[in-house]
């Protein structure tokens, strides 16, 4: 943690030498901290609570460090296990990282997901603090809430109602706007009195092709119907390359591992394991079959998907939530069409400043 010597010379950097007489209080020690930087629970003049999150000195140089050792990691694990090429898996960590540096763009994301979430009553979005935000410094309204997992032996009513929030938070954006929030990890989130849904993080925000999107889509279409020419042009739309027959064969066994839960029309858990134990058992024939037919290069774009769906379907876990998640996918997806994506899309960016 920054002492507080140093967090009143970087607050007199990003707000002026008077920063003090904004603040009604300004905690010396952070409430907590992340890999980029600190939160304190601070009160302004107007007496609003409010959480600023300061960022760490030297981060842009710290960043580029981990990427250099994340690339020899990377090349290492490639030469030992060739199932994966991993070249745009180190450029797209590399960018998103990057991205995470810039507070003011975080700002923007963060202003750009209330306007996308407007319209849901289950999901709250701080409000940002501009006068009091920088390059360095994000100031946002503070939102009370408790942590996911304290939700874990509530009754199932409660768990469902959670999890039904977290699913329209991170998948409206994402089919309505092709944004999707790229780091379900629970510390992103807290769960307020009523049960919504407090989304608190908004560095990792990956804005998709609307093609992508509606490769997506057409991958769910294709294993619903046994389509496998739509599944194979599905792949292609990702951006999977010179795909063999057995390839193929092997991404569609992770393909419905994915998509199992929204293929299937009935109330269920979304592991029926309950342990996880199924997710990584198919993860790893996956991984040691993709391995014998000469490995796969993951497109840039698969990364941070796979990781939000791998990482809700992990809090759907934890929740043990019991959900028709058919239902609520195809009621997302209804009427989806590319070209209405890319309307959207194309007047919400600039609108921005993406």
């Excluded at 009143?8 to 409430?31: C, H, I, M, N, V």
Aim: proline letters at 4%; aromatic letters at 12%; one cysteine or more.
């Amino acid at each position: 943690a920054m002492g507080w010597p140093f967090v009143k010379r970087r607050l007199a950097a990003e707000l002026g030498a008077d920063w003090e007489k904004q603040f009604k209080t300004f905690p010396r020690a952070a409430t907590s901290a992340a890999y980029l930087g600190q939160v304190h629970k601070a009160v302004t003049t107007q007496g609003d609570v409010v959480a600023c999150k300061l960022q760490y000195p030297d981060m842009a140089s710290a960043v580029e460090a981990d990427l250099k050792q994340l690339k020899l990691i990377l090349g290492l694990f490639e030469r030992m296990d060739p199932a994966f090429k991993t070249k745009q898996v180190h450029a797209e960590i590399s960018d998103r990282l990057r991205e995470e540096l810039d507070y003011g763009r975080e700002g923007r994301a963060l202003q750009m997901f209330a306007h996308m979430l407007r319209d849901e009553s289950g999901v709250h979005i701080p409000a940002l603090y501009e006068d009091l935000s920088s390059s360095r410094l994000l100031t946002m309204g503070w939102l009370d809430g408790a942590k996911l997992l304290s939700f874990k032996d509530k009754p199932l009513k409660v768990r469902n109602q959670i999890a039904h929030n977290m699913f329209r938070a991170w998948y409206v954006p994402l089919y309505h706007y092709g944004i999707i929030h790229g780091d379900p990890h629970l510390g992103n989130y807290t769960v307020a009195p009523d049960y919504s849904l407090n989304l608190l993080d908004f560095g990792c925000v990956r804005i998709f092709p609307p093609s992508f999107v509606g490769g997506v889509n057409e991958l769910y279409n294709g294993l619903r119907d046994e389509d496998e020419e739509q599944v194979v042009h599905a792949f292609r739309t990702w951006g999977f390359k010179n795909l063999k027959k057995e390839t193929i064969e092997i991404l569609t066994i992770w393909a419905r591992f994915i998509y199992g839960p929204v293929l299937d029309d009935r109330k269920r858990l979304i592991d029926e394991t309950e342990s996880g134990m199924y997710g990584r058992a198919t993860a790893r024939k996956v991984h040691f079959a993709l391995r014998d037919v000469g490995g796969v290069e993951v497109p840039r774009e698969f990364v941070f998907m796979d990781r939000a769906a791998v990482g809700l379907g992990s809090v759907f876990l934890h929740l043990k939530a019991e959900i028709n998640w058919y239902e609520l996918f195809n009621e997302m997806v209804s009427g989806f069409n590319v070209k209405d994506l890319e309307k959207r899309q194309k007047a919400l960016l600039p609108k921005f400043g993406f």
